[in-house]
């Protein structure tokens, strides 16, 4: 389904911890990232990638252009001053951030029109999508386009439920029919199958905060269908509820020691990563 079977879409770069494993595969990677000193870095990082077009950073905000009111082709950024990955530019979240203990700095970056961006660049293989607050934007972008991604990952809602129920409509709207939930606090145990794997077998070792597998790489019996898929975030949510970042326990050590162990025995807790396989994929 999908135009380039050798690009990846890094949406949401942060340190490049993805990056670097698409790159090291040997993928094409088209990186989006709006705080300007990670983009600096990455591009330090991988100044060889750059040099040889094996990888492009676009640097700038990622928002939805259709509604959006301003005339400048600037945008207020949140930039956390204590958890860079935590950077957005949704003052709700930002807010929420602050609560968390975890204050911003408010700068100005670029303004990205993601449908742009895929107009220019192609529709990727894989597109992995974790910008805090804006992963919707970037599938409703699909839209304009026959053409889709064979694999997409969104970092998957965890405060409202209705918003949970939005982004699998949206999947189902462009085609998605099989999905997988990935905890992403459990990411550093997982290990690259040796047979059929995406690219080259790395024996890569995953970073606390990368994505992870993705694609054929992930164990073929686990896609399942949207509603078992929901079925399954309903009692994630339930966990949320009692011991998620909002939840009165949390605010007390005990809460937090508590939601740490049931989140190791159980796995209900953490941050999930929604994958997607297209319809029209056979594998």
Not at 97 to 121: A, C, H, R
Not at 191 to 214: M, V
Not at 225 to 235: D, V
Request: proline share 1%; hydrophobic share 35%; with cysteine.
């Amino acid at each position: 389904m999908s135009e380039l079977k050798n690009l990846i879409f890094d949406v949401g770069m942060h340190k490049g911890e993805d990056t670097d494993f698409y790159l090291k595969k040997g993928f094409k990677v088209v990186s989006f990232e709006a705080d300007p000193d990670l983009a600096t870095l990455c591009r330090e990082r991988f100044q060889e990638e750059v040099k040889t077009d094996q990888l492009t950073i676009v640097e700038g905000a990622i928002i939805d252009i259709k509604n959006h009111k301003g005339s400048s082709d600037k945008i207020k950024f949140f930039k956390n001053k204590k958890t860079s990955v935590w950077g957005t530019v949704v003052e709700d979240w930002a807010d929420r951030n602050t609560k968390l203990g975890s204050d911003s700095e408010v700068i100005e970056v670029s303004i990205i029109d993601f449908s742009e961006s895929l107009k220019q660049f192609g529709i990727p293989y894989y597109l992995k999508i974790d910008i805090e607050g804006m992963d919707v934007i970037c599938l409703n972008a699909l839209l304009d386009y026959v053409k889709r991604p064979d694999y997409i990952s969104i970092e998957s809602e965890k405060v409202s439920f209705d918003n949970l129920l939005e982004e699998f409509r949206i999947f189902k709207e462009l085609g998605y029919g099989s999905f997988q939930m990935i905890n992403q606090s459990k990411i550093s145990s997982f290990k690259e199958p040796r047979a059929k794997t995406e690219g080259k077998f790395l024996n890569y070792k995953f970073q606390h905060g990368s994505t992870g597998l993705f694609g054929t790489d992930l164990k073929n019996n686990r896609w399942q269908s949207s509603e078992k898929s929901i079925k399954q975030y309903k009692k994630i949510f339930k966990g949320y509820k009692y011991f998620g970042d909002d939840s009165r326990l949390n605010k007390y050590i005990h809460g937090r020691i508590l939601g740490k162990l049931l989140n190791k025995l159980f796995g209900l807790l953490g941050w999930y990563d929604t994958h997607a396989k297209h319809s029209s994929v056979k594998t």
